[in-house]
């Protein structure tokens, strides 16, 4: 089989393998998926009582609103489903934790973060496709209502592998990536249009959360081939380069001399 069926199926091994884990607590995980869903929830009704009495702020609507939060629910979901180790990188360097992978041969950063999922981002990924179509989405613009949450969710996880690598050269990082990833958090669910000057620039340089949300939004309002070109160059530039960091630091990586086996 090729390198790239190998891939797939070790990917598809390490998803069936993490689903079980949550299948074996089944109360908690729908406990996790319920609160979560209830915590999405209360940020709509403060929403939908802002938006009851200012119909439109800088050309938002309650419905943009909700696909904002249905694309940034839907990145943070796929994402913590998948690559659950993503948002915990610096702690697992700084303890010395990536020992278990590295005598092994799958690729360390990819097996590193696919060894465990976040069981309440499956409430994300059930509020993003429920807020998707009370903000007015429709079947036939679902399929770029995916593109764009795929899109999105390959920045974020981007931003925070880049972030979390600081861990090889200053140690302990997780401080500094855990205000980042709220940072993000943050500022991925408000609209763009109310920020101005500096911090408008900042949301699309320093802290990029623009591009995780606002970009999908965009490919999906404005959709055009010259556009979807352009959305995908900049996801693998930030893919690439994440990967270029994280492999840059791991040559400066201290083993914590833990052995470990993973089944």
Same mark, same amino acid.
Request: charged residues 10%.
């Given at each position: 089989?090729?390198?790239?069926?190998? #891939?797939?199926?070790?990917?598809?091994?390490?998803? +069936?393998?993490?689903?079980?884990?949550?299948?074996?607590?089944?109360?908690?995980?729908?406990?996790?998926?319920?609160? #979560?869903?209830?915590?999405?929830?209360?940020?709509?009704?403060?929403?939908?009582?802002?938006?009851?009495?200012?119909?439109?702020? @800088?050309?938002?609507? #309650?419905?943009?609103?909700?696909?904002?939060?249905?694309?940034?629910?839907?990145?943070?979901?796929?994402?913590?489903?998948? =690559? %659950?180790?993503? &948002?915990?990188?610096?702690?697992?360097?700084?303890?010395?934790?990536?020992?278990?992978?590295?005598?092994?041969?799958?690729?360390?950063?990819?097996?590193?973060?696919?060894?465990?999922?976040?069981?309440?981002?499956?409430?994300?990924?059930?509020?993003?496709?429920?807020?998707?179509?009370?903000?007015?989405?429709?079947?036939? +613009?679902?399929?770029? &209502?995916?593109?764009?949450? =795929?899109?999105?969710?390959?920045?974020?996880?981007?931003? #925070?592998?880049? *972030?979390?690598?600081? @861990?090889?050269?200053?140690?302990?990082?997780?401080?500094?990536?855990?205000?980042?990833?709220?940072?993000?958090?943050?500022?991925?669910?408000?609209?763009?249009?109310?920020?101005?000057?500096?911090?408008? *620039?900042?949301?699309?340089?320093?802290?990029?959360?623009? &591009?995780?949300?606002?970009?999908?939004?965009?490919?999906?309002?404005?959709?055009?081939?010259?556009?979807?070109?352009?959305?995908?160059? *900049?996801?693998?530039?930030?893919?690439?380069?994440?990967?270029? *960091?994280?492999?840059? %630091?791991?040559?400066?990586?201290?083993?914590?001399?833990?052995?470990?086996?993973?089944?």
């Amino acid at each position: 089989m090729s390198t790239a069926g190998n #891939m797939l199926r070790f990917i598809g091994a390490c998803i +069936k393998a993490n689903w079980k884990g949550a299948m074996e607590f089944r109360a908690g995980f729908l406990a996790q998926v319920f609160f #979560m869903l209830l915590n999405n929830g209360t940020w709509i009704v403060f929403w939908w009582l802002f938006f009851d009495r200012f119909n439109v702020v @800088a050309g938002w609507t #309650m419905n943009d609103i909700l696909q904002l939060w249905a694309f940034a629910a839907g990145a943070f979901g796929w994402i913590n489903v998948l =690559f %659950g180790n993503c &948002f915990r990188l610096a702690g697992m360097i700084a303890g010395g934790e990536l020992d278990v992978y590295l005598g092994m041969p799958k690729p360390v950063l990819l097996h590193a973060m696919l060894s465990r999922t976040i069981l309440s981002a499956y409430g994300d990924l059930l509020f993003a496709v429920a807020m998707f179509f009370l903000g007015g989405g429709s079947l036939a +613009k679902f399929p770029l &209502f995916l593109l764009g949450v =795929f899109l999105g969710g390959w920045i974020l996880v981007s931003l #925070m592998v880049m *972030v979390q690598s600081l @861990a090889f050269w200053i140690g302990n990082a997780e401080g500094l990536s855990l205000q980042f990833g709220n940072a993000l958090l943050t500022f991925t669910t408000y609209p763009t249009d109310i920020f101005h000057g500096v911090t408008r *620039v900042m949301l699309f340089t320093v802290l990029p959360a623009g &591009f995780i949300s606002i970009m999908p939004i965009r490919l999906i309002r404005e959709f055009s081939w010259e556009f979807l070109p352009m959305a995908c160059g *900049v996801t693998i530039l930030f893919v690439v380069l994440s990967v270029w *960091v994280f492999h840059r %630091g791991l040559k400066r990586y201290e083993s914590g001399n833990q052995v470990g086996v993973r089944m």
